[in-house]
């Protein structure tokens, strides 16, 4: 799916930022190895030379930073709460996730995964449920994640989420989805 929040929009732009890094530098080491397959001549004054030395110290180096200073920009936002609109609270079970929204009263449900044989057309197994979970759009949403029995992982990768639900540890989560869809 597409990217529905711009914390997802921000780690595609960072995927595409890496891997543009990551294929000039694969070019360039591809063109030096041809080169060096190619030419018989060698120039000696480069052999010993410690510009060159320092050259190939200080840019790796600065490749580094130009992947880490982005990263580290997501890190933080992935982590920064705001006042939420809303609170979700997501519990995984062996075979189910339970929801409650905690800032109403008496408002939880199970979600069932749907048995192969209840499946419309167009529909996917292992990830049509019985209780979907409805979201206000455009409004920061803290889901609070937990599990009672197993390790779970609860994961919405067009909003960027992904976040393991451990028993006994409350985790937690910003969510905000820019456009309607089903996610």
């Given at each position: 799916q597409n990217a529905a929040s711009p914390i997802m929009e921000e780690l595609i732009a960072f995927h595409d930022h890496a891997?543009?890094?990551?294929f000039l530098i694969s070019s360039l080491v591809l063109?030096?190895?041809?080169?060096?397959?190619?030419?018989?001549?060698?120039?000696?004054?480069?052999?010993?030379?410690?510009?060159i030395e320092m050259i190939w110290t200080i840019l790796p180096a600065m490749i580094l930073i130009m992947i880490a200073l982005p990263s580290l920009r997501i890190l933080y936002m992935t982590d920064e709460f705001n006042k939420p609109y809303l609170t979700l609270k997501a519990i995984g079970h062996q075979w189910y996730w339970s929801y409650e929204y905690s800032d109403y009263e008496d408002l939880a449900f199970d979600s069932y995964i749907m048995p192969t044989y209840f499946l419309e057309p167009g529909e996917f197994r292992l990830l049509e449920v019985d209780n979907r979970t409805t979201l206000p759009m455009e409004a920061d949403i803290r889901v609070l994640i937990s599990s009672q029995d197993v390790l779970h992982s609860w994961a919405v990768p067009s909003l960027g989420v992904k976040t393991d639900a451990i028993p006994g540890r409350l985790n937690q989560a910003m969510v905000a989805s820019m456009r309607p869809g089903l996610y």
């Amino acid at each position: 799916q597409n990217a529905a929040s711009p914390i997802m929009e921000e780690l595609i732009a960072f995927h595409d930022h890496a891997l543009m890094i990551i294929f000039l530098i694969s070019s360039l080491v591809l063109y030096i190895i041809s080169l060096m397959l190619t030419t018989k001549l060698t120039h000696t004054s480069t052999m010993n030379a410690q510009e060159i030395e320092m050259i190939w110290t200080i840019l790796p180096a600065m490749i580094l930073i130009m992947i880490a200073l982005p990263s580290l920009r997501i890190l933080y936002m992935t982590d920064e709460f705001n006042k939420p609109y809303l609170t979700l609270k997501a519990i995984g079970h062996q075979w189910y996730w339970s929801y409650e929204y905690s800032d109403y009263e008496d408002l939880a449900f199970d979600s069932y995964i749907m048995p192969t044989y209840f499946l419309e057309p167009g529909e996917f197994r292992l990830l049509e449920v019985d209780n979907r979970t409805t979201l206000p759009m455009e409004a920061d949403i803290r889901v609070l994640i937990s599990s009672q029995d197993v390790l779970h992982s609860w994961a919405v990768p067009s909003l960027g989420v992904k976040t393991d639900a451990i028993p006994g540890r409350l985790n937690q989560a910003m969510v905000a989805s820019m456009r309607p869809g089903l996610y």
